[in-house]
């Protein structure tokens, strides 16, 4: 069962994203171990090869938000899909990160929960991993 007590720093994405509440992280076949987690632990060739996460170790950075050219023109496309597709606005992530991570973390919890079963809600198909409530 997929549930969480609090969401570790180490599980938001460079861009900004909650890997907590990712497809490929709540996957039940070959789950991946997180976007910060080390690329010879990462199952997708995406993660492995993403350009944010390796213009972040370039420049000594955990996250794109730490970054004073934030939100470049990577981060701004990737947020417009994540707006378009998944109502998630990873440069409002940064943002909120930036200034208080731990209220954000908690924040995140609070928005992937579901509030029927404290299943995790995965944000690419808004529905709950657990009980597969759909979520609006």
Not at 70 to 95: A, E, S
């Amino acid at each position: 069962m997929q549930m969480i007590d609090s969401i570790p720093e180490t599980m938001i994405a460079p861009c900004g994203v909650n890997c907590i509440a990712c497809s490929a992280y709540l996957s039940d076949k070959n789950p991946c171990a997180g976007c910060c987690a080390p690329n010879e632990m990462s199952t997708l060739k995406s993660c492995r090869n993403c350009v944010k996460k390796r213009c972040c170790l370039e420049k000594s950075l955990q996250w794109c938000f730490q970054c004073e050219k934030f939100p470049c023109t990577k981060i701004k496309d990737l947020n417009r899909r994540y707006m378009q597709n998944y109502d998630v606005n990873i440069v409002q992530n940064g943002l909120d990160a930036r200034k208080d991570m731990q209220v954000f973390l908690k924040e995140q919890k609070e928005r992937f929960i579901c509030n029927l079963c404290v299943g995790i809600i995965n944000q690419h198909h808004k529905i709950c991993s657990e009980c597969g409530k759909p979520i609006d």
